[in-house]
Nanobody, 118 residues
Framework: VQLQASGGGLVQSGGSLRLSCAASGSILSIDRMGWYRQVPGKERELVAEITSSGSTKYADSVKGRFTCSRDNAKNAVYLQMNSLKPEDTAVYYC?????????????WGQGTLVTVSS
């Protein structure tokens, strides 16, 4: 199983970016999917997550600005980030609770860097 994330980059404060992450490989089922972020010297923190039924949860710092969605047919999760702030600068990681028949647990994708300039 692989999680491939994309969509990071450099954007000015107030701008928007859309992150995408798709799971591929031998997949029996996918439950929650989500995004975390990490800056050097700090712990990785939850940004947003979405259950298989579509319920979402957001960090207080991104509520009203970020939207997490998923496409179950594509085994994909997205993060639409609007009104970006310099403090949103971080490496963003997607993850999912996935069962591939051998392991039923949390899988992580590689990070994608988001840089917001002031």
């Amino acid at each position: 199983v692989q999680l491939q994330a994309s969509g990071g980059g450099l954007v000015q404060s107030g701008g928007s970016l859309r992150l995408s992450c798709a799971a591929s490989g031998s997949i029996l089922s996918i439950d929650r999917m989500g995004w975390y972020r990490q800056v050097p010297g700090k712990e990785r923190e939850l940004v947003a997550e979405i259950t298989s039924s579509g319920s979402t949860k957001y960090a207080d710092s991104v509520k009203g600005r970020f939207t997490c969605s998923r496409d179950n047919a594509k085994n994909a999760v997205y993060l639409q980030m609007n009104s970006l702030k310099p403090e949103d600068t971080a490496v963003y990681y997607c993850n999912t609770d996935l069962n591939n028949g051998r392991y039923n647990g949390r899988w992580w994708g590689q990070g994608t860097l988001v840089t917001v300039s002031s």
